[in-house]
């Protein structure tokens, strides 16, 4: 490391003003980045951890955005005092920048080449043919196949991986000392995402770039970085090498973290148990029209023939990759769209009833949705969305009697009852999955299809649900179809696990069975990836 | 450790107890939304007042006395139609402005006029100058008793026989017909657009909701619907049909609720794949609920962010088919018949001026009430 560091944070503060209310998002913040580094900013959402790194390059949205302390020093430049131009000519030239979200960071009209080609002749003033060739060049050193096929591909034609790889062949473009990534990979697949980590650290070699990672999972940190910050509320509270803060954390909010993962197993699946649901050579095709009849051509296989027992008071795991049929399995389940094959519920065939007629089991079948945010309904207040299936099922209730069923369960999903009246917003992301569990809840449901109820949630508050949900299994005796890429989550809660890909099972069995003595390749590499953080060699999984 | 996780999931405020209220908390919330936006509120109240005054117009400007007394009789001219042979005279209906009448009832009894003593199609026969006259308080007090009987010391030479906005190009009171008009541009406005976004939305429900061949139909029916001019038709049916306020109601209804179908329909397509409206037929919620519950509120405030738009619209359209004069049947009492009567009449920019400050009144208050309307149900909005 070189005596002064490249890029070094001196004292940094932002304050957001929205009308007369001042919020302090980042509170006099230090640390520096040297040649060749990576250090990573760790804390849960809110943290200001994203604020931090967008204030580097002063991407926040002034003047709500201010900056009332503190020092942007790179290369002993002041950052934060450099007019518009000078700071144009940091962005994505020497410093850039690679975003969560890989599907909204591309233009969806504009091709690949374009895309990259563009950032050449800006920064380089590059001709045609020449940005032609390094993008060639970009698009190979971030291990896209075939890349001459894929310049003329749009963002929509590839997966999340491969349009996080063009990401980074864009930000490296123009062989920036410094890197930002801002969560690269939490929208990606566990498999994905270890390629993608990989590909990183490899081309930090390389160049011996710098890099600044910003992660809420501590999983990767262990993995990536040199050094470590942990931020709070604003403040970083801790600061170190990696494997010391690993090994010796002092902070309480450090050891919080640390502490975080799910734990646990999921308490002795009973075999004899009575089977709520099962499903027969479940098959959804969706079948693919072409020409002026709109005749079918052939079919999408989103789930091919698969077999589901589940039974009462235990968990059945579904992992595998996106686009494995994981959700379209669980949604034909609880049958919410329409699926060939038989399926039993309580005893009963219910694969021919129509939507109608299914309403009377709908109160013993519940689901809860990944996405806490979309799932609960913006302009009702929390009380309106639990008792919504309450007015269905249980038409017979006043309103006073229901109301005392929504106090107590919000209470068994440890949520105060007086915050019934307000509206999903005010919530942070783990309360609202709590009251998407707690609609299920309150109608007493017999089997609860989990379609990723954790991975849009913080790590520490993952762990909180996953307690959550096997407490209530516990005490009502439910039973759990849990649809998941996250393998550590299954693991804590599932007795069985079934692997999917590309709608078929890949494998099947109890969950220690899976985990302790994996048979395919694939589940080995599902396992690798999300323990260890690691990659399969190629071909076993996508990419 | 404790309160870490605190902070984790923290964020919760105790809340106040309250005893069962008036609004439901929600409602509450809007409504302090609402009040939160200055100039909305006062829009409100300021229009409020004016739109009720205006609803009793008749006990504001009209030509008859609200209550009168005659030999010992207690009458109400404003409601009921005396004929004037009660008080000696030969007409079929009384004409109390007449000097002989009023001298009459004033002998034996009294008369309590409203404040403005003439209706919207009362011509006054006592302007000092040829039709249009000029606002009273521009004469002196000579001039403006001159044509009385009895001249300045006339009993007729009262506050209340003011033209505080002077008279149209016929004689007739401007306040008076400002008043009178007002009351039916606004009661036009609210009708049409209540009726049309009964249509509309419904129409921009079912098609966002079930998409598919409904909407595809649909959407070609506007495309050729929309496209037949309003204007022309108007003209056409006003040859055959006279022109009334329902009639008119009734042709502009039949192609404004349009305006609401592309805004309901695409909140509908954009909200029925929301992972709470899957959250909701899991329940087994019907798609009526749905739609009423769940996507319905959603549609409300774009519909609510075009309302006042197109009640504004509305009357606009009422206004400027007055001033055509393809509107109401003449004498009635319209802005647009006074916007035409100030075009015509330069030498009387009262005319102009008293019809431009009133439509643009009514319409930035109708502007600013819409615009605190939809901060209200903006679910995200907030307000300190």
């Known amino acids: ?543 | 450790m404790a309160d870490v996780q605190m902070k984790a999931e923290g964020g919760v405020v105790a809340p106040r107890a309250l005893p069962k209220p008036f609004l439901s908390p929600i409602n509450q919330r809007r409504w302090r939304n609402f009040k939160a936006n200055r100039r909305g509120y006062w829009s409100l109240w300021v229009f409020l007042v004016l739109f009720v005054l205006s609803l009793f117009a008749e006990f504001i400007a009209n030509d008859k006395p609200i209550l009168a007394s005659y030999k010992g009789e207690l009458l109400f001219p404003v409601l009921v139609d005396y004929p004037e042979e009660k008080f000696g005279g030969f007409l079929a209906i009384t004409d109390y402005r007449d000097p002989t009448i009023s001298e009459e009832i004033d002998a034996n009894g009294w008369m309590v006029w409203p404040p403005i003593r003439y209706s919207y199609r009362t011509v006054n026969n006592g302007i000092p100058e040829a039709a249009p006259a000029k606002p009273s308080w521009l004469y002196t007090k000579e001039q403006r008793c001159g044509r009385y009987l009895q001249g300045v010391d006339d009993p007729a030479c009262t506050l209340g026989n003011w033209n505080w906005l002077g008279t149209d190009d016929q004689a007739r009171d401007v306040l008076a017909r400002v008043i009178y008009g007002f009351r039916i541009s606004v009661l036009f406005g609210l009708v049409l657009t209540a009726a049309s976004a009964l249509i509309g939305v419904s129409a921009g429900a079912i098609q966002g909701y079930f998409g598919g061949w409904t909407d595809l139909l649909f959407q070609r029916f506007i495309e050729i619907w929309s496209s037949v001019p309003v204007l022309y038709l108007i003209l056409i049916i006003a040859a055959v049909l006279p022109p009334g306020f329902f009639i008119l109601l009734g042709i502009m209804l039949l192609f404004s609720w349009v305006a609401f179908v592309g805004v309901v329909r695409a909140e509908f397509l954009r909200a029925r794949n929301f992972e709470y409206v899957s959250a909701a037929r899991a329940l087994g919620v019907s798609n009526r609920t749905i739609i009423f519950r769940h996507l319905l509120p959603n549609a409300m405030v774009a519909t609510l962010t075009f309302l006042p738009f197109i009640l504004n619209g509305s009357i606009t359209t009422l206004t400027s088919l007055d001033f055509l004069g393809f509107g109401l049947p003449p004498g009635s009492p319209s802005l647009g018949e006074l916007l035409r009567q100030g075009q015509r009449n330069l030498n009387a920019p009262w005319l102009g001026i008293t019809g431009f400050l009133s439509l643009s009144i009514m319409l930035s208050l109708l502007i600013f009430i819409g615009e605190a309307v939809r901060d209200a149900f903006d679910p995200r909005k907030t307000f300190k």
């Open chain 1, 1 to 543: 490391m070189s005596d002064s560091p490249l890029l070094s944070i001196r004292d940094l503060s932002v304050s957001f003003t929205q009308g007369s209310d001042e919020t302090l998002a980042v509170d006099h913040v230090s640390f520096d980045i040297g040649r060749g580094e990576t250090v990573a900013l760790v804390g849960e959402s809110g943290s200001g951890k994203s604020v931090t790194a967008l204030s580097v390059l002063k991407l926040l949205p002034y003047p709500a955005a201010s900056h009332p302390s503190g020092q942007v020093l790179y290369k002993g430049d002041d950052l934060l005092a450099s007019a518009e131009p000078a700071l144009r000519k940091v962005r994505g030239n020497e410093i850039a920048m690679i975003f969560q979200e890989p599907m909204t960071s591309l233009n969806p009209l504009h091709t690949i080449e374009r895309q990259v080609g563009e950032i050449l002749k800006l920064h380089r003033g590059l001709g045609e043919n020449a940005a032609r060739r390094r993008t060639l060049e970009l698009l190979n050193q971030v291990g896209i196949r075939d890349p001459e096929k894929r310049l003329d591909a749009f963002p929509h034609q590839l997966s999340g991986g491969q349009r996080q790889r063009v990401m980074i062949a864009m930000a490296l473009a123009n062989e920036p000392d410094v890197l930002i990534a801002d969560e690269p990979t939490t929208a990606l697949d566990v498999t994905v995402q270890a390629q993608i980590l990989e590909l990183l650290a490899e081309l930090r070699r390389a160049k011996s770039m710098s890099m600044l990672f910003i992660t809420h999972d501590l999983g990767i940190v262990r993995k990536i970085a040199d050094r470590v910050c942990v931020m709070t509320n604003g403040k970083i509270v801790e600061s170190g090498p990696t494997e010391e803060i690993f090994a010796n954390p002092q902070h309480a909010y450090t050891r919080h973290l640390i502490a975080a993962e799910p734990k646990g197993r999921p308490p002795k699946a009973d075999p004899e148990a009575e089977t709520i649901m099962q499903g027969k050579e479940i098959k959804v095709w969706f079948p693919i029209k072409k020409g002026l009849l709109r005749r079918t051509v052939d079919h999408v296989k989103g789930v091919d023939g698969v077999d589901v027992t589940v039974r009462a008071g235990q968990t059945l795991g579904v992992v595998g990759e996106s686009g494995s049929g994981k959700t379209t399995l669980g949604l034909a389940l609880a049958r919410m769209i329409s699926s060939e094959g038989q399926i039993r519920f309580t005893g009963r065939e219910i694969d021919r009833l129509s939507f109608r007629q299914m309403r009377p089991y709908r109160h013993a079948l519940q689901i809860v949705f990944q996405d806490p945010y979309g799932s609960l309904s913006p302009r009702m207040s929390v009380a309106e969305i639990i008792q919504e299936g309450l007015r269905i099922h249980e038409t017979g209730l006043s309103p006073e009697e229901r109301d005392a069923m929504v106090v107590d369960v919000l209470k068994e999903v440890d949520l105060d009852p007086e915050t019934r009246f307000r509206y999903p917003h005010e919530f942070s992301g783990g309360q609202r999955q709590r009251i998407a569990i707690a609609r299920a809840m309150v109608l007493k449901p017999r089997f609860v299809m989990l379609d990723e109820p954790t991975s849009a949630l913080d790590m520490s508050v993952q762990a909180q649900v996953v307690d959550l949900l096997r407490d209530l299994q516990k005490r009502h005796n439910l039973a759990y179809l849990f649809i998941s890429h996250d393998l550590k989550v299954v693991r804590a809660l599932a007795n069985e696990v079934i692997v999917m890909r590309a709608g078929k099972v890949v494998e099947t069995g109890p969950a220690e069975q899976i985990f302790e003595a994996p048979q395919t390749d694939y589940t080995r590499a599902l396992i690798a990836a999300a323990f260890n953080i690691e990659t399969a060699p190629g071909g076993v999984v996508s990419e």
